[in-house]
């Protein structure tokens, strides 16, 4: 174990930064802003009266704690044992819900009375327009027109709660426009208005701030692993990375262990991997641009992934080594996500499907060997994608072609608590771990 | 080469975006010739977070006709002999990090304000600035408060970039109120005894004492807004309302005449003309 690996996740350094990463790049108008947003935070988050009440509304209203499920067939079939954090579950249908409740109550307590966001796929969009008729605030969301014509349904959703949906029709037209936009509307509304960032991107405090309100999906899925496999911790913990917010909750609960962080980026926008350093959204990261510093188009075909950048905690957690970050393709996303339904009955959004992909692919390699114990967030669920892969030749072949494919495991008839001892660990006392064995 | 700009009369520093049409540089010649103190140049970028709509329109129609940094930089040294006023390149910081401040000081640039780089992410640039021999103009806000506006003051070279309003670029319909309290802010702080002259680099060694001119910024749209940001600042930077016209296909000397406006509003103090009476409403 490095020492990178028993600091875990600290708060971030003065002006915060994570390494060289993160900074408050923003024009001279909104210094006060971040100055006193960042100071509205460090005060509620010591408050335990804020946490109470925040620890309420995840419960009574988000359905939190969300379910750990052993994913049994997926793991005989791959000769792994996987827990998935079910994200999916919570309110809205994704992890999203926590990062606005913690923003909504804090705009609340700062004196705002109206909530702006940014969105991509729309499930920050619909969890923003949530909370805010939660709340009674009024919300103004910002998305790219081509999100819009991809994303219809989402669009209804916050409409029907009360949102006014602002279409985005500069540059790309997608997530980074619509953030380039809400930072304009921010900087001419800032007396009354909080911006709702979705993702752990953007000025200090807004990377720990994100992170700090998704950390209860680490929090609580350390708990559930615990008790759900006789190591404790598990081998390897792996999320979808787009601006990271999924992942860099999830990784929070686990980076003072042992465990490997994987964070599983699409192909067509991995800034981990493809990116450069510069400075998109308020903090310096990395980000896909050209050799001038031109900001890229990202091409996913997960909406929520479809950003250039990413929060600078990941690119720090990637320099250091302490994370270590991949890409999956589309197609190899398609199918993860038909297999995870197939063996699962869990319909995951496209974004977590690029977590699964990996897993998936890594799994028997000396990336994920045999036996090796894994703790998935699945961030959100898929019912929103469900009009768009419905033109996916893949998603209505018969179910015989996939039968064909399936590895022996699933064919000698291993079923959840069946002959193969598959039971939930507390049950079988040796835990799911048996799985690979 | 640093800026050297006096306080004897309001200074006009009109903008254009670099590579927005292909004669870009005419429009610069012709702001010379009506009377701009210096320009500013803008580098085009595919994320102007802090642009209204005009700019923004600019900015994407020079990077749709192929527009480079390298480009404009290299257009802009090639006419520096016809070109006797300093040259300011407004830009974001991610541009400014990749192309470094040396290049720019070898096209002649003379000064530099980065709308994303406030003071406490600017140390960096500024001594690579101070290297160089650029000056590094910056901004203040109508909500930056006193002691902070006192350590920008301190740190600015060139001017003191004053935005006038909250929000974008772009042009508004009238002189946002705070502009002119925040100008006087900052020209009573600029005089108090140890902020201004006591950084070497930017001042005028014969007239060491003279103080920075404080430029308002951000939606003075109309010579008569240009007339009222000069009584209350020492001059003006104009940009969206000079755009539009360029968008809208004005030629080098539309602007020459648009620009000349503004320089006798400036200098009379008052109005000679309402080229743009037409406007109403936020075109922001």
């Known amino acids: 174990m490095t020492l990178a690996t028993q600091r875990g996740m600290r708060d971030p350094a003065t002006g915060g930064r994570f390494g060289s990463f993160g900074g408050r790049f923003v024009p001279e108008s909104l210094i006060p802003a971040c100055a006193a947003l960042e100071e509205a935070f460090r005060d509620a988050w010591t408050d335990p009266g804020f946490r109470q009440q925040l620890d309420l509304f995840r419960a009574v209203h988000a359905g939190r704690p969300t379910a750990l499920t052993p994913a049994w067939n997926l793991s005989a079939e791959l000769g792994i044992t996987l827990l998935l954090k079910r994200e999916d579950l919570a309110h809205t249908g994704s992890h999203k819900i926590n990062n606005v409740l913690g923003q909504a109550l804090l705009a609340r307590r700062m004196g705002k009375t109206r909530l702006i966001a940014e969105t991509g796929a729309g499930q920050h969009g619909v969890a923003a327009a949530t909370a805010a008729a939660l709340f009674g605030l009024r919300a103004t969301v910002y998305m790219g027109e081509r999100d819009i014509e991809r994303q219809a349904l989402n669009v209804f959703r916050m409409n029907l709660l009360g949102a006014e949906v602002v279409p985005v029709t500069t540059g790309s037209r997608t997530l980074k426009d619509a953030t380039n936009e809400a930072m304009r509307q921010w900087v001419a509304n800032v007396d009354d208005t909080h911006f709702c960032l979705g993702s752990v991107a953007g000025p200090h405090p807004y990377p720990w701030m994100v992170r700090e309100f998704q950390r209860v999906i680490g929090e609580e899925a350390r708990r559930q692993v615990a008790a759900e496999l006789p190591t404790g911790v598990p081998d390897v913990v792996v999320a979808c990375v787009g601006g990271g917010s999924n992942a860099a909750g999830t990784f929070a609960g686990f980076a003072d262990t042992g465990a490997r962080l994987i964070g599983v980026e699409a192909a067509g926008g991995a800034a981990m991997t493809d990116g450069t350093v510069g400075v998109v959204h308020g903090s310096r990261s990395l980000v896909l641009q050209n050799a001038e510093g031109q900001i890229a188009e990202a091409h996913s075909i997960a909406a929520g992934l479809d950003y250039p950048g990413v929060g600078p905690e990941h690119a720090h957690l990637g320099e250091s080594g302490r994370a270590q970050y991949v890409t999956v393709s589309d197609d190899e996303v398609l199918i993860a996500l038909k297999r995870l339904a197939r063996t699962e009955g869990i319909i995951c959004a496209l974004e977590s499907a690029h977590a699964v992909a990996w897993v998936m692919r890594a799994a028997g390699t000396d990336e994920l060997p045999h036996g090796s114990t894994v703790l998935l967030t699945l961030s959100g669920r898929g019912d929103k994608d469900m009009a768009q892969l419905q033109d996916q030749p893949i998603m209505t072949e018969p179910p015989a072609g996939l039968q064909a494919d399936l590895p022996a495991g699933r064919q000698a008839g291993l079923q959840p608590g069946g002959q193969a001892g598959l039971q939930p660990g507390r049950q079988a006392g040796a835990g799911a771990g048996r799985v690979a064995s | ?284």
């Open chain 2, 1 to 284: 080469m640093t800026l050297r700009l006096g306080t004897d009369r309001p200074l006009l520093v009109p903008f254009l975006t670099g590579g927005v049409t292909a004669d870009w540089t005419d429009y610069l010649l012709a702001y010379q010739e009506a009377g701009a103190d210096a320009i500013e140049v803008g580098l085009p970028f595919s994320d102007p977070m802090l642009d209204g709509t005009t700019i923004q329109q600019a900015s994407d129609q020079a990077l749709t006709r192929g527009a480079t940094v390298e480009a404009i930089l290299h257009e802009l040294a090639a006419i520096r002999g016809r070109l006797r006023v300093p040259i300011i390149v407004m830009a974001y910081a991610n541009l400014v990090l990749k192309v470094g401040i040396e290049r720019l000081a070898q096209a002649g640039v003379s000064g530099l304000i980065v709308s994303d780089l406030p003071l406490e992410e600017s140390a960096e640039l500024e001594s690579a600035a101070a290297a160089a021999g650029i000056d590094m103009i910056l901004l203040v806000a109508p909500v930056t408060p006193d002691d902070r506006l006192r350590q920008i003051c301190l740190r600015s070279q060139g001017f003191v970039y004053a935005v006038s309003v909250m929000g974008v670029t772009g042009e508004r319909t009238t002189l946002a109120p705070e502009a002119e309290a925040l100008a006087r802010r900052a020209k009573l702080l600029l005089t108090e005894p140890g902020v201004d002259g006591s950084h070497a680099g930017s001042r005028d060694d014969e007239n060491p004492v003279q103080r920075l001119p404080v430029l308002i910024g951000f939606g003075v749209s109309t010579p008569e807004q240009a007339a009222v940001a000069g009584r209350a600042g020492d001059g003006v930077v104009v940009g969206a309302a000079l755009m539009r016209r360029v968008l809208d296909g004005a030629s080098p000397a539309d602007l020459r005449r648009e620009v000349g406006a503004l320089r006798a509003a400036l200098d009379q103090g008052v109005s000679t003309a309402t080229p743009y009476a037409e406007i109403s409403g936020d075109r922001g």
